[in-house]
């Protein structure tokens, strides 16, 4: 399984763009890059996945290096209701037992 | 669609007794889950099913028993709660394979589990 790192908290300031890092060194050829949002007493939220290049979506975006060992989640002018914590994930399309939620990033956007 | 739903929201027990968490889904998706989440911690798998009648263990399967035996619910049982049990515990369930958001996974509110 691959595993990821993510920083553990960040803070921002609304209407700034934010970028969450996560390593995957040893990701898989076939494995996929997905992320999720939760707020404070909710069940996580699926944001956005891709497997290579650039993905956008009316949330965010995805970069993914050529290497495929980073992704970096970006949000574009954050705002308070932006603070959540991001779950990055790495695994194969329809591993379902194979996903692993670890700590997250605990992103704190302020006034 | 009321998506996916969990009973009860909350629930307060004594160690060593026994109780059944629900979890329904009106989607029509073939794999759920059970997670369990502690305080400052991420998700923990305890088990997952792929269909109708089976069942997975997760990463942390111990203590607990999965049942699948209609599509739209799945079950999870504590047959004798401790106080490790303590936790918050998230339904979830996702399309499954050949659905363009196979790996998308819809997550009910939780249920907030106390054992004294």
């Known amino acids: 399984l691959a595993k990821t790192t993510q920083p553990i908290s960040m803070d921002s300031y609304e209407g700034q763009e934010v970028n969450i890092t996560c390593s995957h060194n040893?990701?898989?050829?076939?494995?996929?890059i997905t992320w999720y949002q939760q707020f404070p007493s909710q069940g996580p939220r699926f944001i956005i996945q891709g497997y290579k290049t650039k993905v956008t979506n009316e949330v965010a975006s995805l970069f993914i290096p050529a290497d495929r060992k980073s992704s970096t989640l970006s949000l574009p002018r954050v705002s308070l209701s932006d603070t959540a914590v991001y779950y990055c994930?790495?695994?194969?399309?329809?591993?379902?037992?194979?996903?692993?939620f670890g700590k997250g990033t605990k992103l704190s956007v302020k006034p | 669609n009321a998506g996916v739903t969990q009973t009860p929201k909350f629930r307060v027990l004594k160690t060593g007794q026994s109780m059944t968490l629900l979890c329904a889904q009106d989607?029509?998706?073939?794999?759920m889950y059970w997670y369990r989440q502690d305080p400052g911690m991420g998700l923990r798998l305890i088990h997952y099913s792929v269909g109708e009648g089976t069942t997975a263990k997760g990463e942390v399967p111990d203590g607990y028993n999965v049942s699948r035996l209609k599509k739209q619910n799945f079950l999870l049982g504590l047959e004798s709660a401790a106080p490790s049990q303590t936790s918050v515990y998230f339904c979830a369930s996702s399309p499954g394979t050949g659905w363009a958001d196979t790996d998308t996974q819809y997550f009910g509110p939780g249920t907030r589990l106390t054992v004294l």
């Open positions: 989607m029509n998706h073939e794999y």
């Open positions: 040893n990701i898989a050829t076939n494995d996929y």
């Open positions: 994930l790495v695994g194969e399309r329809g591993s379902q037992g194979n996903l692993i």
